[in-house]
């Protein structure tokens, strides 16, 4: 599956984004779906993830309460709404696929996009 992600840009602290990636060249509903960031000079790290149908979901601990997952099978898209975004937000954000069951660890996951870049700015 190719992954396309967009959405990202620049905001204020307390601002808000919504960003998409959206499947083609293969069932877009056979795979688990996970957001990663990675900020620079750091490593790449969990964002969230979704199941193929969307009932399950996995949050990173730094993000609950202000990131929400979900996915449109019939659009091949999955989004990742950020609310009340921080600085230590900022890093460049990368969906990415895998056939199997959720999973927060990027080596695992098969198929990644291009990443979009998310500034926070204080």
């Known amino acids: 599956v190719q992954l396309q992600a967009s959405g990202g840009g620049v905001v204020q602290a307390g601002g808000s984004l919504r960003l998409s990636c959206v499947g083609s060249?293969?069932?877009?509903?056979?795979?688990?779906m996970g957001w990663f960031r990675q900020a620079p000079g750091r490593e790449r790290e969990f964002v969230s993830t979704i199941s193929r149908g969307g009932m399950r979901k996995d949050r990173a601990d730094s993000v609950k309460g202000r990131f929400t997952i979900s996915r449109d099978n019939a659009k091949n898209t999955v989004y990742l709404q950020m609310n009340t975004l921080k600085p230590e937000d900022t890093a460049v954000y990368y969906c990415a696929a895998r056939r199997n069951t959720l999973s927060g660890d990027n080596l695992v996951y098969d198929y990644w996009g291009q990443g979009t870049l998310v500034t926070v700015s204080s």
């Open positions: 060249g293969d069932t877009f509903s056979d795979y688990v």
